[in-house]
T-cell receptor, first 113, second 115 residues
Framework: QQQVKQSPQSLIVQKGGISIINCAYENTAFDYFPWYQQFPGKGPALLIAIRPDVSEKKEGRFTISFNKSAKQFSLHIMDSQPGDSATYFCAASLRGGGNKLTFGTGTQLKVEL | GAVVSQHPSWVICKSGTSVKIECRSLDFQATTMFWYRQFPKQSLMLMATSNEGSKATYEQGVEKDKFLINHASLTLSTLTVTSAHPEDSSFYIC???????????FGPGTRLLVL
């Protein structure tokens, strides 16, 4: 019940295209859904996060779409750039659970020229 | 803001020795810090939750006597890998919770290689 399922495992997108990564969760008590970006050899960096009281959040080229009834959320990267090539992790947590993050398995994104 | 540092970034040690990794929140106070382990091309595995002034809470399967965690202040947590063995070689990452909702900010990681 604590799992967060992430897909796809890897993704290749042309420069300027839209990258879409999906996550699904089971625990309806989760109340915080962040996305992290990780480059090789570096720690994850917080990209964008959403709470279940909104259905969408946009920050620059990055958008989170949240579907509470389907227990799914996704990351959209508009106008993808080669510099976006990284591994992306979705996560979920609940305050009552000590704010521990449950991570998805990660998506390796490659943006080609 | 919300910067977390780790030291060292790289460490090579001999089997049987102990290694200490420091995690600091540079511009905020963190009541809670977390320690993760990550294997190549895999997700982050939570090892333990570190609370300032109290004992760490370890995840199932993590040996607390092997991975000693100390959270001495609101800006510093340390992870000591005791009697390290080659199988302990990994990428260790800490995070610190900041703000009302304890948003987690991660350090740059420490790569440990045990020979």
């Amino acid at each position: 019940q604590q799992q967060v399922k992430q897909s796809p495992q890897s993704l290749i997108v042309q420069k300027g295209g839209i990258s879409i990564i999906n996550c699904a969760y089971e625990n309806t008590a989760f109340d915080y859904f962040p996305w992290y970006q990780q480059f090789p050899g570096k720690g994850p960096a917080l990209l964008i996060a959403i709470r279940p009281d909104v259905s969408e959040k946009k920050e620059g080229r990055f958008t989170i779409s949240f579907n509470k009834s389907a227990k799914q959320f996704s990351l959209h990267i508009m106008d993808s750039q080669p510099g976006d090539s990284a591994t992306y992790f979705c996560a979920a947590s609940l305050r009552g659970g000590g704010n521990k993050l449950t991570f998805g398995t990660g998506t390796q994104l490659k943006v080609e020229l | 803001g919300a910067v977390v540092s780790q030291h060292p970034s790289w460490v090579i040690c001999k089997s049987g020795t102990s290694v200490k990794i420091e995690c600091r929140s540079l511009d905020f106070q963190a009541t809670t810090m977390f320690w993760y382990r990550q294997f190549p091309k895999q997700s982050l595995m939570l090892m333990a939750t570190s609370n300032e002034g109290s004992k760490a809470t370890y995840e199932q399967g993590v040996e607390k006597d092997k991975f000693l965690i100390n959270h001495a202040s609101l800006t510093l947590s340390t992870l000591t890998v005791t009697s390290a063995h080659p199988e302990d070689s990994s990428f260790y990452i800490c995070s610190a919770g900041e703000g009302l909702y304890e948003t987690q900010y991660f350090g740059p990681g420490t790569r440990l290689l045990v020979l």
